[in-house]
């Protein structure tokens, strides 16, 4: 033990940069609660760099995890820091151009491997082709990820400046970056020279440790398109190459009106760090609307060019810029990266806790048949008659569900359960008699199916556990029914599913008379998961580890396990544009639906509207050419009357009668009687 404190002693004092000995590292043994390793490349003219070394001293501060900070070159260099420190958490600073040996991952015995994922987004994340480490943190507090092994976490800025000097005389503008393509210098330089007769423009273009990535020469084209930009005599351009460290950037950047970066759009790029300085410093900030930017999106009043102009930003002051400024301060930052970390720990040994040791999402074969004896005894004991009208094989299901449910019911205080599809369920019948409440949908329980208790107002979004096994098969929309469900879960609820479940269902076809599918991966995990950006699951899938033993009217298949939990609250509103994209939320779909049929019903009472319309028309034509003959003929009666008065000779009336006849006809036809006395 006295060697192991040793080597512990020697890798702080070699590994940890002496700038961040001291207090930083004086952790506090019994908040304590798990070792971590961070691992960097060498070389400080790099933003990459930059950021790694700013993240390790907000974690280090926190206390939670004893952080031990590590400059590699190569594996090797990782591997006797790893044999030396022992963690249990590993955190790379990684980006393929800054440490290309650490590609393929880094692990240790017993540690979980974390990364940083410098360029996150949802078309980066979509992208994704291997999982090189276990968990990607991604500082980009926007994102929205349904995987487990992704989690957002929020940015972090350098200490800010204390003392601000006063503003300069001069309305002066200020940029930094290195002369990487789309960083939009030249384009600074020709907004300032459109918007203002006087001005001062500062930009600071470092070296990078890397010229294959920004070449001299690119410096030099972008320094060369800045002087031509502009043009007033009244502007004063000042470009500096020199690096600046942390504390020198924000002086820099303080002693600007504003500080303003014009990037171009770059769809699937990551946040940029240089807002994370000007925060730090104090001074109004100006941005283009580009995605590298959209954790700014929802500054309001807007800080973005195309909205207004610098000086109408400068003028508004920070105080819109508080809320970030608050969030990403490294302390608040630095608490938050730990706990995302922490939970996933937690999340990983939760997951391990369970009775067959494979996690909640998963097949429930033979192998969840021998470890969930204990449930099984349990739904025998509460719940003995119901489960003698079960199927034996398939009470695996309600096992699950049983253990799942009182296992993730202590994460919440007085956590409020919602069982789908209850008739019957010797799960929730198995609950009820341990004593928990639940509010029951089924319409052989409470007369309602899902829809009818979604649509009802007094159903809110405020249940920890939502419940339904072996339903979702049996439902004509699932997709409806899902939406529906997640609806309903409070942020951080957690829904427990299971399904009828086989990869071969696509080619066979081949399922129980009262399913309406079996379900695959994809269904699952793509499918249902993508109709809920608000919701993620609870911990990687393992459905291609299991066995299809269950058979039932001659199908084989198997019962698998979906659980999946809702975001907290402050991520969820960033779900809220995915949400739009899929129609909105459930009620308004379900409303879209309503009025969808509201339409259609309207227009085929037009429709037949119209066609009686016709008819009419062509009845009252009809009548109108009837009424013109019967005047005719009554015309052609007065006249025969008339003869008949001055004749009234037989041959007179042989002429009237068959005239007679004919009116009759035409009598009969008509809808009116003719005068009286014809």
Not at 315 to 322: I, K
Not at 349 to 378: I, Q, T
Not at 570 to 575: C, D, L, N, Q, V
Request: proline share 7%.
């Amino acid at each position: 033990m006295t060697a192991e404190r040793d080597v512990k002693k020697v890798v702080k004092t070699q590994f940890v940069p002496k700038k961040q000995r001291g207090d930083i590292l004086q952790v506090n043994a019994a908040k304590v609660t798990a070792v971590g390793l961070f691992v960097t490349h060498r070389g400080q003219r790099c933003g990459v760099w930059q950021f790694g070394s700013r993240l390790h001293e907000a974690l280090a501060a926190d206390g939670r995890i004893e952080w031990y900070y590590v400059e590699c070159a190569d594996f090797q260099e990782f591997q006797t820091a790893a044999v030396a420190t022992k963690p249990d958490v590993i955190l790379a600073n990684f980006h393929p151009s800054t440490m290309p040996w650490a590609a393929e991952g880094l692990r240790a015995d017993g540690a979980v491997s974390f990364s940083v994922f410098h360029e996150a987004s949802r078309a980066s994340i979509a992208a994704l082709q291997n999982r090189p480490f276990d968990i990607l943190l991604c500082p980009d507090p926007t994102l929205i990820a349904n995987d487990p092994g992704i989690l957002a976490v929020p940015r972090f800025m350098p200490t800010p400046v204390k003392q601000l000097p006063p503003v300069p005389s001069v309305f002066t503008v200020g940029s930094f970056g290195f002369g990487t393509p789309g960083k939009g210098f030249e384009k600074l330089c020709a907004l300032v020279n459109a918007q203002c007769n006087d001005a001062r423009i500062r930009i600071n273009i470092p070296p990078h440790d890397y010229p294959t990535i920004v070449s001299p020469e690119e410096i030099t084209k972008i320094v060369d398109a800045c002087r031509a930009a502009v043009t007033r005599p009244g502007i004063e351009l000042d470009i500096t190459h020199n690096f600046l460290d942390e504390p020198g950037l924000l002086d820099f950047l303080a002693t600007n009106s504003i500080n303003a970066f014009l990037y171009d759009d770059a769809p699937g790029r990551g946040i940029s760090s240089c807002t994370d300085y000007a925060l730090a410093a104090g001074r109004p900030i100006a941005v283009t609307r580009t995605s590298m930017f959209r954790h700014l999106s929802g500054v309001n009043p807007s800080i973005c060019v195309e909205d207004r102009s610098l000086a109408a930003i400068a003028e508004s002051g920070t105080n819109a810029l508080e809320h970030y400024r608050e969030t990403y301060a490294a302390a608040a930052a630095g608490a938050a990266w730990n706990s995302a970390i922490l939970g996933a720990l937690a999340t990983r040994r939760m997951s391990r806790g369970v009775p067959d040791g494979r996690g909640f999402n998963k097949l429930l074969d033979d192998r969840s048949r021998a470890a969930y004896s204990g449930p099984l005894e349990d739904l025998r004991r509460l719940a003995p008659d119901m489960l003698e009208r079960k199927i034996e094989r398939a009470n695996i299901q309600q096992a699950f569900a049983l253990d799942a449910a009182r296992r993730l019911a202590e994460r919440f205080v007085a956590p409020r359960v919602l069982a789908i599809g209850s008739f019957e369920d010797t799960a929730v019948a198995s609950l009820k008699a341990l004593g928990y409440q639940i509010v029951e949908v089924d319409p052989q329980v409470d007369g309602r199916d899902l829809e009818e208790f979604y649509r009802d107002p007094s159903a809110g979004s405020e249940f920890d556990i939502v419940l339904c096994v072996s339903v979702l098969e049996h439902v004509p929309d699932d997709e409806a029914f899902v939406r529906q469900a997640a609806a309903l879960l409070a942020p951080d609820g957690i829904a427990i599913f299971t399904v009828d479940f086989s990869e071969r269902y696509p080619e066979t076809g081949l399922r129980p008379a009262a399913d309406q599918r079996l379900y695959t991966q994809h269904d699952l995990q793509s499918r249902l998961m993508g109709l809920l950006p608000d919701c993620a699951l609870i911990d990687p899938p393992t459905w291609s580890d299991g066995a299809e033993d269950f058979e039932y009217e001659g199908c084989h298949y198997a019962f698998a396990t979906w659980v999946f939990t809702r975001l907290p609250a402050e991520i969820m509103r960033y779900a809220e544009s995915l949400k739009r994209e899929l129609g909105g939320p459930p009620w308004k779909t379900l409303l879209a639906g309503e009025q969808l049929l509201y339409e259609r019903r309207l227009a085929a009472l037009e429709d037949a509207l119209g066609v009686e319309v016709q008819r009419t028309e062509r009845l009252t034509s009809s009548n109108t050419a009837l009424e013109n003959a019967l005047g005719v003929e009554l015309r052609r009666i007065e006249r025969l009357r008339m003869d008949l008065r001055m004749d009234d000779s037989p041959r007179a009336l042989r002429a009237v009668l068959p005239l007679a006849r004919v009116i009759r006809s035409l009598m009969n036809l008509g809808r009116s009687s003719p005068p009286p006395g014809s």
